[in-house]
């Protein structure tokens, strides 16, 4: 900070900013970069802030001789610790909901190519939902698929991938992180290293896929580095923040935060429940148990079918279910207790003309860290269980809650599909 | 177990079972197989799933541990008339192309010759 009497009259400012920058760069020039305490001025004494500040001080206060200021004071601040750079917690994600089929494989330049099998071509966004994304990899691919942007049967953006059955196409894209606030041509020095990044990306792809069994693909990038670095640069701050604010908001508000394999928390189910009844709608719920063992198992998931066959009509629906509720329940019977009997409960939650939930619970061993839910090759004989009653359901997770083991199943069913 | 039926060709055996296969059949529908199996004259194994109303994946293990067991010994195993809730369960997990399936009496007759 600097003080003095009487502004320059030919520019009316006490001094031109642009001579005082110039002076403390030349003094800081001699720290920058450097090892401080090899700095002449530090081999001895304790290179702190403090020091730092009045050595910079007295440096500038000499320089300022013959100005027409005084320095009065000067900060040194600390930031924090540089250590070695991770990417890992910078994930950038922008969202795109697209219509199925829009575009065509190979018209003009640039876009997005798909590599899956879902289709191909390139697509044109309909209704963009960018935010940034510092969460981790687990929370991206889970932001990905809980990030509610598609208009349910009000109109109303308020259904997530999970409740529309759509698929989730991944395309890398380094140019998210270009940076376009010096120059003529946007940074992308921020970008992780292609090694660091397909790492990250396959990290991404594969947690989708634990998400979104069979429903995602990825694709390459193949867009023109100056349009896209326009879009994702610091043009519009504003418009970025309202759009990040919302995508927020939507996850928020709306949407059933998705979250992947063994890592469950109930207070994202709890939340949703507690919306629902909040908007006056009214939730069935009920318990159904057995002991474990193979009959009284398969007993146990007819007796709930029989149950819903009360409020759903649709037979494939049933089905399904029947069929979640048999894998969930063998799987019990199978591992829970060593092969023995042992207590096995199927807690119901239904709210008619949207959504069933099951969570099927045992006290058993649990399912330990390996949990899988792929589709294992054509000739293993086991290990489907839990793939099947991730498929047939929008949503599929395996916690432990204390002593219970849960396997928690959500599964949205139309409104044609219940009993009127 | 008057659900199952096993019928003997001269080297054909067609299996047959009416009713759900789930946990708690598949133990003893492997053992009754296994037991057949041991006819070493056993060239071939069909499995009629007309009559399965529901199955689940230890059922889908079941008809891929004999088909493992066939073809690692050089022999034949085909499924034959599946019921809707067959076909979609084993298209859920991406098997139907894996397996060899009979498509009508035509086949069947062929391979049971």
Redesign the interface.
Known sequence: MVEGERLDPKIEYLIDFKKLRGMVREILGELDHRHLNDVPAFVVENPSSENLARYIYKKLEQALTGQPVRLVSVSVLESRPAGPRTWRSRVRLVLQRVRAGVGRRGRGGGGRHRAGDHGSGRLRPGRRAGFRCRIGLRGHAQKGRGAADFPDAAGKLNESLLDTGGELLLVSQFTLYAACRKGRRPSFSEAAPPEVARAQFAAVCRQAETLLPGRVASGVFRGRHGRLAHQSGAGDHSARQRRMYRAHRLLTEGALVAQSGIVARRGGVRNRTAQEQARGQAVIRKIFRAISH??D??RLAREVVEYLAGSVADADVL?EL??IL??GC?NV??HAYAGQPGELEVRLGLEPGRWIELEIVDWGKGFGPNVQFR?PG?????G??L??MC??SDACRVSRQGQENVVFIHKDIGLSQWKS | MEKLTLKRTERTLLLKYVGEITLEITGELKHRLDAELADETVKAVVVDLSGVSFMDSSGIGFLVSVNTRMRSSGRCFYLYQLSPAVEKTLGLVQLLSFFAILKDECALAAVCG
Request: aromatic fraction near 4%; glycine fraction near 12%.
């Open positions: 193979p009959g198992s398969r089905q029947d069929l048999t894998e063998a019977c199978r589709n054509p000739e293993a004989e086991g489907r269980g793939y099947l498929k047939l």
